[in-house]
């Protein structure tokens, strides 16, 4: 039989090589396939890997402080931060450090915003005019921020400058005679009622500062200026964020310790110390300080121009003192005209480094005796996704000081979204003639940007030393940032709270909850002694033990440490681990100065995204093998099938000649076995040369079970056809297998020929049209996968690159799927051609067309097409929408796209079955049959 089934393999090759063909293509692309998904998830698995770890692996804030949105998404603020001013006692941070796996617990106790000023001193002696021995100066400070968008002014001074003398002392400061009447006028009074009746820090009365050129050293040596000079100073006002950490832990989390650029580091040894204010007087005054790290680089774009005019009075020179003393001069002298002379610029960075330079050499810098915490910022979500910051209102007693009366940066008067509260300092003296109010005691620099870096992946907010990065989020706001991000700035209240640019140890926390140092106040709701004191501390970042990778095992480590966190403690634990930012687009509204409306973009963090891209990307590519296993085995049992039934003549004569049914199964058989073999050889050798090629990751075993697997799909596919074939009758062996009709019909087109012509065949076009059906439905569930591992993956850094490492091995299995799908169309429009030589033959002698005969067949071939891709896009539809839930208009847009592909990639392969129909003469055809 060995000699028959090699004849039969070699003398039908057309078959035998469509059969061989087939088997090929089936073996090799789902080889091809898995090798490629098996390249991809290794790809992607290893970018997960190598962006698993990050700063900390979780993060523990006070009960209740999550954002709903943080809630609702799986979110972390990146300002995360922002509001949280204590909340996590000390027996619970000692609690969460001692636990069984933790490496690092690293705290953060959010102390508030200081205010120091920088005393900016500056001289006008060459705008003055010296001709003249009566005129008047102005002298503006304003403000930019906001990359030049907020412009804010903060006060006017003008210079009276005489050759007069004027009084100094006691009441009889900026007293002048006036050259009209001889009599002393005090040009200062009307000026002095402004301040003196201030109900806010944002009443800005304009001031008068007399200057005598008789006396050119009184009022110099008053304002810091050297003698001659004509001029003053201005205080200006830098907030400060103060914060507590664990030195040891900090060094361990994220290198602090080696970002320290002059001085020391801190250590948990540093305590408060006292320092004598006037050391050798008979009754010595001390402060407490406290020591403290603090930034070398501001974080603001920050900014301020002191802009000098010449005023024009309007007024003969001896009448400007008489004018200058009525009642109405602070209303009269502002609006008056006048020409800028000059412009001084001072970059808010070049003042802190002046602060910086000043507290490292232990130089005085005026230091309040109080500090602001900042409340956390309100969203509501629009219905475009978008969050819409909700703006907050502070009381005027927000900026008041006691001693001094009302004072704040001038953004601060700018639209806030925190709620601000201040706790002032009692000013109170203890028996021992110590100050209790501390003040700082810098014993180093230290540069945030040599923090330890961590891939930006998977990076988790740093927010204890990087500001938030507000980008620009769509092309106008890019313009009008002229591309560059949006910064905090001097507005406490503000959407960007500053990080924290001092930092002390725990040690030093008492400091500032100490009731001698701090008295409340009830003059408003913005008013009150700290409370943190119970529980300082704000956030505690962790670091797990054992933590590896994104293995199972690490996996547990975190779960388990974090569980016990929450038990134990009660506090709100996100894992982190594994987190990728996650862009999210804020609506800004417009500021009062300025600033109009700017949608930015921040990268939140979106937690627990490399497991879930894993977990998303293995379901895939189970459903990848799974799909494309059943469209291979289905077009094999097609092909199988046509080369049984294309010898149904020759086993019925085998049959009349006494093979028994045993017999001709086993001929079938052991042919299919062959051809199985020969095509795994080939697939073997195809599928070695394109891993090579495409350089995919593939075992050596893969490609050795090409032939085997061949030869079972063989063996397997041929079971059905052999099984019924061998049973067949003798007659029914050799007469067509098409289905007898019921009645006659009708027919009276081209078109409505074919579409009878179907159902002759039932069960071929069953088969084919179950094929291109499987194809279609695989391919609308595979649009309904990637939809959702898109919806785990694109939004992040991490899920972005992910994406567009796997879409390569998507494209090829969509264009398998429906290839074969196509396939298996021609491959029925071939043997329907085949079969019915002599039918063609028939019509043709009759006077058909060959166009006519093509439209015949290709109107089989894609009702066939249309039934399978029409109902494989329902089936997908309602199967995906049942499993995946996943959202019915993109369904229905997938089902769209798929069957329109099925259709597509049957009319391309019927190209090659309908133009042999040119080849074929009317005459042989007829004989044929």
């Known amino acids: 039989m060995l000699r028959v089934v090699w004849a039969q393999v070699v003398r039908r090759r057309g078959r035998s090589l ?13 080889s091809l396939l898995t090798s490629a998904v098996a390249t991809s998830r290794l790809e992607v698995r290893g970018k997960v890997e190598a962006n698993f770890r990050s700063a900390y692996d979780i993060l523990v804030r006070p009960q209740n402080s999550l954002t709903p949105l943080e809630r609702s998404d799986r979110l972390v603020q990146e300002n995360y931060l922002s509001g949280i001013f204590g909340g996590i006692t000390m027996r619970q941070y000692h609690e969460i450090k001692g636990l069984p796996g933790v490496s690092v617990a690293a705290p953060i106790a959010m102390v ?48 009276f400058v005489t050759h007069e003398p004027i009084g100094r002392g006691g009441s009889n400061y900026g007293a002048i005679r006036d050259p009209r009447t001889g009599r002393l006028v005090h040009v200062t009074g009307p000026f ?79 305590h408060v110390t006292e320092r004598a204010a006037n050391p050798g007087s008979v009754h010595p005054f001390k402060y407490r300080q406290i020591p403290m790290l603090i930034s070398d680089r501001l974080t603001s774009d920050e900014g301020m121009s002191i802009v000098v005019s010449k005023v024009d009075t309007g007024l003969p020179e001896s009448r400007l003192p008489g004018r200058l003393a009525a009642r109405d001069s602070p209303s009269w002298v502002t609006h008056l005209p006048s020409h800028v002379l000059h412009r001084t610029r001072y970059p808010g960075r070049r003042i802190y480094r002046r602060m910086v330079t000043a507290y490292t050499h232990s130089r005085v810098v005026r230091w309040p005796a109080q500090y602001w915490s900042a409340g956390q910022v309100g969203y509501r979500q629009r219905p475009d996704g978008h969050l819409l910051p909700v703006p907050r209102h502070n009381g005027p007693f927000t900026w008041m000081d006691s001693s001094i009366g009302f004072f704040a940066p001038p953004e601060a008067a700018d639209v806030g979204f925190r709620k601000l509260v201040v706790a ?20 180093g620099e230290f540069d945030p940007r040599k923090i330890e870096g961590f891939s930006k992946l998977s990076q988790v907010p740093l927010t204890t030393y990087y500001p938030p990065a507000a980008a620009p989020g769509d092309a106008r706001t890019r313009h009008l940032l002229h591309g560059r991000s949006m910064l905090p700035n001097n507005n406490l209240a503000g959407y960007l709270q500053q990080p924290p640019l001092l930092l002390t140890n725990l040690r030093s926390l008492p400091a500032f909850y100490d009731h001698q140092a701090f008295t409340p106040l009830t003059d408003g709701e913005a008013r009150g ?53 996650t862009p999210q687009l804020i609506d800004l509204p417009a500021g009062r100065f300025g600033r109009p409306p700017l949608t930015l973009r921040e990268g939140w963090v979106k937690k627990g995204v490399a497991v879930r891209l ?40 085998l049959s009349c000649l006494g093979w028994s049914r045993r017999h001709i199964f086993w001929l079938l058989e052991s042919e299919l076995v062959l051809t ?72 009276t087109s081209i078109t409505r020929l074919g579409l009878v012509g179907v159902g002759r065949t039932p069960g071929r076009s069953l088969l084919a049209a179950a094929s291109l059906f499987v194809g279609v439905a695989a391919l609308a569930g595979l649009l309904a996968i990637q939809k959702e591992f898109a919806h785990h993956a694109v939004g992040t850094l991490l899920g972005n690159v992910v994406a567009i490492q796997v879409r390569g091995v998507d494209l090829f299995a969509v264009m398998l799927v429906l290839a074969l799908g196509g396939f298996t169309i021609a491959d029925v429009a071939y043997l329907n051609i085949s079969e019915r030589r002599s039918e063609i033959g028939t019509l043709r002698a009759t006077g058909w067309k060959e166009g006519h005969v093509r439209r015949l067949f290709a109107t089989e071939a894609l009702t066939i097409a249309g ?37 597509l990639a049957a009319v391309l392969a019927l190209v090659v079955p309908l133009a042999r129909l040119g080849h074929l003469a009317p005459a042989g055809m007829v004989d044929d049959g």
């Not at 469509?18 to 692309?29: D, L, Q, R, T, W």
């Not at 403000?143 to 003008?158: M, P």
């Not at 002694?529 to 690490?554: E, F, H, L, M």
């Open 614 to 653: 894993l977990s998303a990307i293995d379901k895939k590519s189970l459903s990848l093998f799974a799909l494309v296993l059943l469209v291979c085995a289905l077009f094999l049992l097609n092909a199988v099938s046509a080369a049984v039934r294309s010898r149904a003549h020759e086993l019925g004569v």
């Open 529 to 581: 002694t700290p409370t943190a004191w119970k529980a300082p501390i704000s956030v505690i970042r962790v670091r797990v033990a054992g933590v590896t990778g994104v293995d199972a095992a690490s996996q547990a480590r975190v779960r388990l440490v974090a569980e016990q966190i929450a038990r134990r403690t009660g506090l709100d634990v996100d894992i982190t681990v594994g987190s990728s930012p």
């Open 676 to 747: 199985g073999l020969i095509a795994g050889l080939a697939g073997t050798g195809i599928a070695t040369m394109l891993v090579l090629g495409l350089g995919l990751t593939v075992s050596w075993w893969q490609l050795a079970l090409v032939t085997p697997v061949s030869v079972l799909l063989a063996a397997l596919a041929g079971l059905p056809p052999t099984l019924r074939a061998a049973r067949a009758l003798p007659m029914q062996a050799v007469i067509p297998a098409v289905r007898t009709p019921r009645r006659a019909a009708h027919v």
């Open 424 to 443: 002032e300092a009692s000013n109170r003296i203890s028996p021992l003639n110590v100050y209790n109010a501390p003040e700082p005691q810098v014993v």
């Open 192 to 270: 002095d009622d402004g301040y003196t009746n201030r109900t806010s820090a944002f009443e800005n009365p304009p001031d008068l500062i007399p200057w005598s050129t008789a006396t050119p050293g009184s009022l110099a040596h008053d304002y810091g200026l050297r003698r001659g000079q004509i001029g003053s100073n201005y205080l200006y006002l830098m907030p400060l964020m103060i914060a507590a950490v664990d030195p040891k832990a900090e060094a361990e989390l994220v290198g602090l310790k080696n970002a320290v650029t002059s001085g020391r580091y801190l250590t948990e040894q540093d």
């Open 18 to 30: 469509a059969v061989v063909a087939a088997i090929v293509v089936g073996a090799v692309s789902f």
């Open 867 to 903: 039934i399978g891709a029409l109902a494989g896009a329902l089936v997908g539809v309602t199967a995906t929408r049942v499993l995946l839930d996943t959202d019915l208009d993109y369904l229905v847009r997938a089902a769209a796209i798929a069957a329109g592909g099925g259709l």
């Open 112 to 159: 508030g915003y200081t205010l120091p000023s920088v005393n900016l001193r500056y001289a006008i002696n060459k705008y003055v005019d010296p001709t003249k021995s009566q005129q008047l100066l102005r002298v503006d400070f304003r403000w930019h921020t906001d990359r030049g968008l907020t412009r804010t002014h903060d006060a006017t001074r003008y210079f």
